[in-house]
């Protein structure tokens, strides 16, 4: 069993950056392959990147390829998204999620979501 608490959100002006934080819970953190979605109102929950159990491999969207960063730190059981050159479009909740599926980028793929944490980005 793995709890999700993501944390750095806010508003930030287009160009910005922030940086989200998951702490999760649970001593297995380690051996779950991590991911970020974000949902915006109306919208389906979509992916936005994920990263191995071991931090080797790391994969995104195209929409935010370039721009964001996904890390983890396993003896912080803690997973980060660094985004930088924020867009408008990038408005909405981000959750992160822990699965065992390698490479996973579809919502069912994971079984642990947190509640997610609020981005707005003004233009």
């Known amino acids: 069993q793995v709890q999700l608490v993501e944390s750095g959100g806010g508003l930030v002006q287009a160009g910005g950056s922030l940086r989200l934080s998951c702490a999760a819970s649970?001593?297995?953190?380690?051996?779950?392959?991590m991911g970020w979605f974000r949902q915006a109102p109306g919208k389906e929950r979509e992916f936005v990147a994920g990263i191995s159990w071991t931090g080797g491999s790391t994969y995104y969207a195209d929409s935010v390829k370039g721009r964001f960063t996904i890390s983890r730190d396993n003896a912080k059981n803690t997973v980060y998204l660094q985004m930088n050159s924020l867009k408008p479009e990038d408005t909405a909740v981000y959750y992160c999620?822990?699965?065992?599926?390698?490479?996973?980028?579809?919502?069912?793929?994971?079984?642990?979501w947190g509640q997610g944490t609020q981005v707005t980005v003004s233009s």
């Open positions: 999620a822990a699965g065992s599926v390698a490479l996973a980028t579809r919502s069912y793929q994971y079984n642990y």
């Open positions: 649970g001593r297995t953190f380690s051996s779950y392959t």
